[in-house]
């Protein structure tokens, strides 16, 4: 995919508490009344939605407020159920930054976005890495996930290229969501690997003690 391809105003899923990255892969359970016209809608056209973290705070008009990055995700899987919901995979393609808000009749949002800042997302080439460096690089973050019961298949990882273990490992870590936001913005992969290191560190006490810092 072109930048040329990417849609310059896009229908968003202002989700809390949720956060996909480039070239991951997540599955949604949609069921509210204007999120499943979203979905319905963006089926018939370029199966295309983004997602963003809403803040804790509301403008003048008691809308939510939104971080200003994001990630637009297209729809590779799609089933509804009886019940009227829908069960779609949405995969990561590219970030993209708040223009403006588009004032419509739809019950969902509409956003103007920009994607220039992140077109590096869309680089399909393939990095050459040692599966045993990056174990070492993310010791402590393998440490996280273990003393908080997450479950990684590293073996499943090894065959992933570097930038989709970065953003796999960002998005499923133990991280609060303010600190996968800052990941999320992070602008190259060695700048979020960095960031990574930096909140690790303040992890540290809780990895390797029974002491807890958040």
Known sequence: MKIIDLPKKIPIFPLGNFIIFPKTTVPLNIFEPRYLDMINDSMKSNKMIGMIQPKNSTDDNNVQNLHEVGCLGQITSFKKIEDGRCLIELK????????????????Y?????????????????????????????????KALFEKRGFIINWKELEKQ?????INALSMASPFT??????????????????????ILSTYTYD????????
């Open 207 to 214: 990895i390797y003690n029974n002491t807890t810092l958040q």
């Open 109 to 141: 949002r509409i956003l103007e976005v920009d994607f220039n800042q992140f077109i590096h997302d869309l680089n399909n080439k393939s990095e050459e890495l040692k599966f045993s460096d990056l174990e070492i690089i993310f010791k402590d973050l």
């Open 92 to 107: 990561g393609l590219v970030r993209f930054q708040i223009i403006k808000e588009i004032k419509t009749e739809l019950k």
């Open 161 to 165: 290229s570097l930038d989709e273990i």
């Open 177 to 198: 969501l303010e600190e996968k936001q800052i990941l999320l913005e992070a602008i190259d992969l060695d700048l979020r690997k960095n960031k990574i290191a930096e």
